[in-house]
């Protein structure tokens, strides 16, 4: 993804070799996937406008510093169109990266979907910014006839206006609101943004363009809009055959630390090893619950009535707290994003045991007790795959209430292309490295050690629980709403006692303060419910 086309450069250190003019290769080549319907086919009809994926790039204009690790950022404009497309906007990304990007451009199937620009404004210039640049950069907006939006910018080395026939503006019912993402490149008076639409979901039908937006003194980023699948049209998804050829091919491998002691399970196995369903008032008398889950109440939401618990024998107990990895299974949710021209593969992994944590203050590891243990543990990754070419683009990696994604480039993979993910000690958060990826401020946190021991497969035991457009018929146990644990009141002053009886007053209240300030998901307080529970099961991962 991204090939070059180099236009002549003034770059006074065109020897020196930055990420960017790499362009990112996947470790092995992207298979052919089955046959079927529209996904992967290269062209997505929006409904009156065809759009088609390009990441054929003509370098533009550089600079060599600001942006992400002061490298500066490069911004292109697309390249090699199908007949009949055009442009609808540039592309940007920082020069700390190999290029991995893309842009749409557009091809007017209703014969009004697109029309020139009236003119063009000036956003800014850089004739007179202070840095490593190719030459002088002129960014403009263009203007819309009455009735259209323009959905991204035109880049020139020249101070004269580009061409009306440069660019193409979108007919306003085929777009929707729009609005920065990741901070590409900026200085005290322009900031560029990547876009994204404003309203994401698996109803959500604004579509991601890959155009940059610009933003002048803090300018309202209004000025540009994204485009709207108008149709609601899912032909673009993957059937199911090509959900687990895609699968098979992206499955990440998951390692978890050489001293992790909690290892996940299938539900049936969780469920088989004598799980008990509780009922508020009837605390005395618990049920066994059934391997399918099919006694466990689907009604109503998560009113505190119901919950799961560990055996009462101690033996039992210890067992499934451990969890059996030879038993894990991968549960994926396949979500129609960006108004079907990607699908998210939601993996959720489930731990009948969440393990006590460990604090970091300054040099010393605490111990922090029972804190951070509860019964039942779900969490998941995602990835984002563009139904264009099936092609992977990111990763989002779930962390307790929070989580990144990360773009390809920045993966490790083994096995082909499959990504790596690391499963945290005891907390079970995933994450892209090994490390301690502290939770926190400065050097006092919660510490997240991840490291290569043993490693799942995730492609090797694996289910398709829910995808309302592919209508699988979804297992009883994910319509449970309830917790998956109970709810434990820890008498946290007294495990604060414990611990702090050994260290000087600084550290006391500095471990007080963290504590304080962790969340429920990782105080073990609350006991987790399943993942068709959580926000991002319907919506966009938190970013």
């Known amino acids: 993804m991204g090939n070059i086309n180099k236009k002549s450069s003034n770059q006074d250190d065109a020897n020196v070799l930055l990420p960017i003019d790499t362009p990112f290769k996947f470790p092995s080549p992207l298979p052919t996937w089955p046959s079927g319907e529209g996904f992967a086919s290269g062209i997505i009809d929006l409904g009156g406008l065809q759009v088609s994926q390009i990441s054929s790039f003509t370098k533009v204009w550089a600079s060599q510093e600001g942006g992400p690790d002061n490298l500066g950022a490069t911004f292109f ?9 055009f ?48 030459g002088v950069c002129y960014i403009w907006l263009p203007i819309p006839p009455e009735g259209y939006k323009s959905v991204g910018h035109v880049v020139t080395t020249s101070p004269q206006k580009p061409s009306l026939d440069k660019i ?81 091919a992206y499955s990440p491998l998951y390692y978890f630390h050489p001293d992790e002691e909690y290892y996940p399970s299938s539900v049936t196995w969780f469920f088989q090893n004598g799980v008990l369903l509780y009922t508020k008032g009837q605390d005395s008398a618990p049920v066994l619950v059934q391997p399918d889950g099919s006694n466990l109440p689907l009604d109503g939401s998560n009113d505190g009535a119901y919950w799961l618990d560990l055996p009462t024998d101690d033996s039992a107990k210890n067992r499934v707290k451990n969890g059996n990895f030879h038993a894990a299974t991968s549960y994926l949710h396949i979500k129609p994003m960006f108004g079907a021209t990607h699908t998210d593969i939601a993996l959720w992994l489930f731990y009948p045991f969440n393990g006590p944590a460990r604090a970091k203050i300054e040099f010393i590891t605490i111990p922090l007790g029972k804190i951070g243990q509860h019964v039942g543990d779900w969490e998941h990754i995602t990835l984002r795959i563009s139904n264009f070419n099936g092609e992977l683009q990111s990763v989002y990696f779930s962390q307790h209430s929070g989580g990144n994604w990360v773009s390809a480039p920045q993966l490790e993979f083994e096995n082909g292309n499959k990504p790596v993910a690391y499963s945290s000690l005891h907390g079970h958060a995933c994450y892209s490295k090994t490390g301690q990826n502290m939770q926190g401020n400065g050097n006092i946190g919660i510490r997240n050690d991840t490291a290569k021991g043993q490693v799942m497969d995730t492609g090797a035991n694996y289910a398709v629980v829910a995808g309302d457009y592919l209508k699988i018929v979804e297992p009883v146990w994910l319509n449970y709403a309830r917790e998956w644990g109970p709810k434990i009141s820890y008498d946290i002053a007294n495990e604060l006692k414990k611990i702090e009886r050994f260290l000087p007053g600084k550290l006391k209240r500095a471990i007080e303060k963290l504590v304080k300030s962790l969340p429920n998901e990782v105080l073990g307080e609350e006991g987790p419910t399943g993942p068709k529970f959580k926000d991002m099961w319907n919506g966009d991962e938190r970013s």
């Open 87 to 134: 442009m609808l906007g540039s592309y940007s990304q920082p020069n700390n990266l190999p290029l991995f990007g893309w842009l749409l451009v557009g091809k007017d199937s209703s014969g009004d979907a697109l029309k020139l620009p009236n003119d063009y404004t000036l956003v800014w210039n850089s004739k007179n910014l202070k840095i490593k640049q190719d």
């Open 168 to 248: 193409r503006c979108v007919r306003a019912d085929l777009t929707d609101v729009c609005e920065t993402d990741d901070w590409i490149w900026g200085n005290d008076v322009l900031n560029v943004y990547s876009s994204r639409p404003k309203d994401r979901g698996i109803k959500g039908l604004g579509v991601s363009t890959g155009a940059f937006m610009a933003l002048n003194n803090g300018a309202a980023a209004d000025s540009l809009a994204c485009l709207k699948n108008v149709v609601e049209n899912f032909s673009s998804m993957p059937i199911l055959n090509q959900v687990q050829a895609l699968f098979q």
């Open 77 to 85: 404009e697309p390249s090699n169109l199908p007949n009949d497309f």
